[in-house]
Nanobody
Framework: QVQLVESGGGLVRAGGSLRLSCAASGRTFSSYAMGWFRQAPGKEREFVATIAWSGGTEYTDSVKGRFTISRDNAKNTVYLQMSSLKPEDTAVYYC?????????????????WGQGTQVTVSS
């Protein structure tokens, strides 16, 4: 069974940085795309970033130049390095994986989800 466990969330001031980690288990990690999504109170879950099995990446426009997604296949872990954080980045951040190696920005294309980690950015 595929399991995803996020860590690294917390409280940070605007302009600060955080690195989220997502440890995967249960199948061959390197073969599948991974994604990060977030959900703020009262809002729908939204796409943040995704990385293909090949290392290709995509980002939502609001985080381009500030966030970096990466993967370490030896550690079965995907990361989200977040810099220049803004209060509007406050949300629960989820990692997810789909049954394909190619990327997608749509939550419904992802089969497995972690439990989420809270990121709070104060002004």
């Amino acid at each position: 069974q595929v399991q995803l466990v996020e860590s690294g969330g917390g409280l940070v001031r605007a302009g600060g940085s955080l690195r989220l980690s997502c440890a995967a288990s249960g199948r061959t990690f390197s073969s599948y795309a991974m994604g990060w999504f977030r959900q703020a109170p009262g809002k729908e879950r939204e796409f943040v970033a995704t990385i293909a099995w090949s290392g290709g990446t995509e980002y939502t426009d609001s985080v381009k130049g500030r966030f970096t997604i990466s993967r370490d296949n030896a550690k079965n872990t995907v990361y989200l390095q977040m810099s220049s954080l803004k209060p509007e980045d406050t949300a629960v951040y989820y990692c997810a994986t789909r049954n394909y190696g190619t990327t997608s920005q749509y939550p419904n294309d992802y089969r497995y989800w972690g439990q989420g980690t809270q990121v709070t950015v104060s002004s």
